[in-house]
DNA sequence: CGATCCCGCCACATT
DNA sequence: AATGTGGCGGGATCG
């Protein structure tokens, strides 16, 4: 019957052909189509039609309903083209016979006619983006649907969509409420915190680390609830926890799917996001597993989604170009800044920033945690996190900036990195139980790790859990401070892991991201030239006002000269802030993976690592921390862009300003040098921060070049198992050494954007912490501070070789250290870990206390519960 | 042939 | 049980 109605009925809708036009100009002249006779030949299934035609009509009679959607569906069409309508029944009849046929011919109708894109437009063509605040229009999806001549079914599609970004929101059954894109740039706002928070956690993971996580945690999740009393339409990923009651079914995947698509843009510098790293990034659940189908099916979602963001015009389609061809991806064309920015009326307003860098600490090893937790979640979590991609690639599609857009590349490859990653392992490795390292973790076959690598990070947390994250930080202090360093050093650049020294030990699988949050406005400022000088970074950043320093310093960094305090709380919060400015992240990607060989960072192989390409392009605009200033004005991102690369004084000033507001909330571009252990040597997994000032990282020897950057290199065991990462920049206004020479050195591109100093981030196993230094180097090289004494034996280390070059730099900057894990011998059992996560993590107002009450869930499975209560359900059925 | 993605089955949710 | 929702993936179409 539905062949017959479409074919029947679609025929009538001009649509076809030139849908606009035809159906226009049949409105005037309607007639012709009764003309021809052809149909009925042309047409593929003549007789049957007619029968049927016959029953529609009579059922149609039967039934009012009926009726109506057949009506609406017949008659609209027919409708907008003629108006002879008058008498619908009747003349329908013979129209469509006629309509039918030749439309028959002429449409062909052909896929893209009802592509869902089209159909969305439509749908939004049938509604202001700006109805009035009063008037409220429900949509019907049965009016709706009949209308647009669709089946319901893509009607929700649409909605659901719409749903997730709060165009629309649901009042009732079949019934939608019109919203507009009124609360659009608050639900962005919104999605692009939450966003920061979830996938940015890996990168801010480090940077905040402690702190962080846990309000990001608690926050994401908790907030909501609290939050969403206010807030009118955002619900965002996680809306369950606080309506849980109401939530049913499952978590709309499509909403979240929706959502989350959106936040990977959001928080992408580049914007720009291919669609395999979007699927990945959006698997959760087992991912190993089914993958391809998985993954297919997934991407089947997206290109889904991706039409009606088209239609809101909030996303174009481009391709990038990697390595392996072009890949379909998707650029961000919406609004990058929301006025409303940094808070939101809501209330739920401090997403990520607003929190007390102190207090933060400790979220973050939650937030971690949860993810890690539970299977799913973590999962989640961490393909969430995992941004960037260790390829390069290229995005074509804008021809204007291809500088910056390769920065943005970089960025998102960043982003993407834990998904590329995971698909390049997966690739690589064909046996299922290498598998990715990505998808490792969640599942991972090994259970003992399985954990890892969000455990890591929740163990910390774990231990802080009551008190506070300020315990790491203190102990971070002390730990830091020993002379370490001096041994550390080595005496040529090569680093020798020490055993002792822990870095980060992910399990291979694990990725880490580092955001580079790049500097603030000195960075920005410098950076959007081209990074690639770095001594004009550096000249910049002396150039810049000492102002913006300070105000910089003021929020962020406490104080330059801090750094020489590390005990003060104020370096606490430093490093915290720190945190956000420079990360990076880092990705590790290991072949195979042993467990034990992760455990055991061994002795660092000096093996040579390989650089893999990275170009760290860092010319991304710093992110400042200024993110207060109060101009809001919103910036696009192209202006940014061109901002950037124009460097007008006047734009530059504000277009920074603007920046740096966004930056505060979000890792910007985050410079990383991804290097790569060679494959079956050990090789050392590090990343360097892009933002190392040239000088900094003078590379003598190809070879090891991680000692003299100032980046934590970890040595892999027996594996690259460990990823590293490390960061921090220091840019060494002092010596600014052309960036060139570094990559040259290296092989790498760096530009250094950010002579700016970078603090640099050190994730050690100890939990150490961070005293840090002040964070722009350059500023107050007076008091440079000895940070060296809180530097981690690592920072020691490093900076030791740094010193080479430019010990001032090292010194200078300031480094937080995060721990990630203790020794990373003692991997921690998934259980064991687990049930802290969980409880953690996975409070839920609801969910609380009993189990019991989630057992009975089980049964439905979720229905009340919130989407996390049942990830927990189903995270505690399967631990068992 | 790979990229898209329409279509609609069918399971689950809600009424 | 009927109906609303929407996950899901086969397979058609596009490029």
């Given at each position: ?12 809708t ?35 039609w ?51 046929v ?33 008037e ?94 206010n ?9 369950d ?59 089947r ?111 998102s ?5 834990a ?82 020294q ?32 770095g ?54 990607k ?42 809001t ?76 950057i ?93 010193k ?67 990830r927990l359900?189903?995270?505690?059925t399967?631990?068992?």
């Amino acid at each position: 019957e539905n062949i017959f109605d479409r074919s029947r009925m679609a025929p009538k809708t001009p649509i076809k052909n030139e849908p606009v036009d035809l159906s226009k100009q049949k409105g005037c002249t309607p007639e012709r189509n009764p003309i021809t006779p052809v149909k009925l030949v042309d047409r593929p299934q003549p007789d049957p039609w007619t029968p049927t035609a016959n029953l529609k009509m009579l059922i149609s009679a039967a039934s009012p309903d009926m009726r109506d959607r057949e009506k609406k569906k017949e008659l609209f069409r027919p409708i907008e083209n003629s108006k002879q309508s008058d008498t619908p029944d009747s003349l329908q009849y013979d129209m469509v016979d006629d309509s039918t046929v030749e439309e028959f011919e002429k449409q062909r109708p052909s896929r893209k006619q009802k592509s869902l894109g089209l159909l969305c437009q439509k749908f939004l063509a049938r509604y202001p983006s700006y109805p009035l605040s009063t008037e409220k229009t429900t949509i019907s999806l049965d009016e709706v649907a009949s209308i647009l001549g669709v089946e319901r079914r893509r009607i929700y599609d649409i909605v659901n969509v719409l749903e997730s970004l709060h165009l629309v929101s649901r009042v009732a059954k079949n019934q939608y409420c019109w919203h507009g894109r009124h609360n659009l740039s608050q639900t962005l706002k919104t999605l692009q915190e939450a966003g920061e928070l979830q996938y940015g956690e890996l990168m801010t993971f480090f940077q905040h680390k402690e702190q962080d996580l846990e309000y990001k945690f608690g926050e994401r999740k908790k907030e909501t609830i609290p939050d969403s009393q206010n807030r009118p339409l955002l619900d965002f990923s996680e809306p369950d926890c606080t309506s849980a009651s109401a939530n049913s079914r499952k978590d709309k995947s499509l909403r979240i799917m929706s959502q989350k698509f959106v936040m990977l843009f959001l928080v992408s510098k580049t914007k720009i996001v291919t669609l395999d790293i979007a699927a990945k990034i959006l698997i959760e659940e087992t991912q190993d597993t089914v993958d391809h189908s998985k993954f297919k099916t997934k991407v089947r979602r997206l290109y889904d989604i991706a039409n009606v963001l088209t239609s809101l015009a909030l996303i174009k389609k481009v391709h990038v170009t990697e390595e392996r061809g072009r890949k379909p991806a998707f650029k961000w064309i919406g609004p990058v800044e929301f006025p409303g920015k940094t808070d939101n009326p809501t209330g739920h307003s401090p997403t990520s920033n607003p929190l007390p860098r102190t207090q933060r600490g400790a979220c973050a090893p939650y937030q971690i945690c949860a993810t890690g937790k539970q299977r799913f979640t973590r999962h989640a979590s961490f393909n969430n996190a995992q941004p960037c991609e260790g390829t390069k690639r290229k995005v074509s599609s804008e021809p204007n900036s291809p500088h910056q857009e390769r920065q943005d590349e970089y960025c998102s490859k960043m982003i993407n990195l834990a998904a590329v990653c995971r698909q390049k392992i997966e690739e690589d490795t064909s046996s299922p139980s290498i598998t990715s390292p990505l998808s490792l973790l969640p599942v991972l076959g090994d259970s003992d790790f399985y954990v890892n690598p969000l455990p890591q990070a929740v163990f910390p947390v774990v231990q802080a859990d009551v008190p506070n994250l300020s315990l790491p930080n203190g102990i971070s202090s002390h730990a830091l401070h020993p002379s370490m360093p001096a041994a550390s050093k080595t005496e040529n650049g090569k680093p020798t892991l020490l055993p002792n020294q822990p870095f980060l030990c992910f399990p291979s699988s694990s990725l880490f991201m580092l955001c580079s949050g790049l500097q603030e406005n000195n960075m920005s400022e410098t950076l959007p030239t081209t990074a690639d000088v770095g001594n004009k970074s550096a000249e910049a950043q002396a150039a810049v006002p000492p102002a913006a320093c300070q105000k910089r310093n003021s929020r962020k960094c406490v104080s330059p000269s801090a750094p020489a305090d590390d005990e003060e709380p104020a370096a606490k919060k430093q490093i915290m802030e720190q945190s956000d400015v420079p990360l990076s992240l880092v990705v590790p990607k290991k072949p195979f993976e042993s467990p034990k060989a992760e455990s055991t960072p061994g002795n660092g192989r000096t093996s040579a690592a390989h650089l893999e390409a990275f170009h760290l392009d860092l010319t991304s605009p710093a992110a400042p921390e200024a993110a207060d200033k109060e101009s809001t004005k919103p910036l696009n991102y192209q202006e940014q862009e061109k901002w950037s690369q124009n460097k007008d004084p006047d734009e530059a000033s504000s277009g920074k300003e603007h920046i740096s507001k966004e930056n505060a909330n979000q890792p910007f571009l985050p410079q990383y040098l991804y290097v790569q252990p060679t494959a079956g040597l050990s090789s050392f997994n590090f990343l360097v921060s892009g933002n190392q000032a040239p000088g900094a990282i003078n590379l003598t020897a190809s070879q090891l070049p991680s000692l003299s950057i100032p980046c934590v290199v970890v040595p892999s065991a027996a594996l690259a198992s460990f990823p590293l990462v490390c960061s921090p920049t220091i840019t060494s206004p002092l010596s600014p050494v052309p960036d060139g020479s570094f990559s040259a050195a290296t092989s790498m591109n760096f530009s250094m954007s950010g002579l700016a100093s970078t603090t640099p981030v050190f994730i050690g196993t100890t939990a150490v912490v961070t005293p840090e230094v002040s964070p722009t180097p350059p500023v107050d090289p007076e008091q440079p501070a000895h940070p060296t004494l809180h530097l981690s034996p690592v920072l020691a280390r490093s900076c030791g070789a740094v010193k080479l070059d430019s010990p001032v730099q090292c010194m200078g900057h300031p480094v937080t250290l995060l721990k990630l894990q203790q020794p990373s011998s003692t991997p921690l059992t998934p259980k064991s870990i687990r049930p802290a996560c969980h409880e953690a993590f996975f409070k839920t107002p609801g969910s609380l206390g009993d189990p019991v009450a989630w057992k009975k869930n089980e049964g439905n499975q979720t229905r009340n519960a919130s989407s996390v209560q049942r990830r927990l359900e189903i995270s505690s059925t399967s631990p068992d």
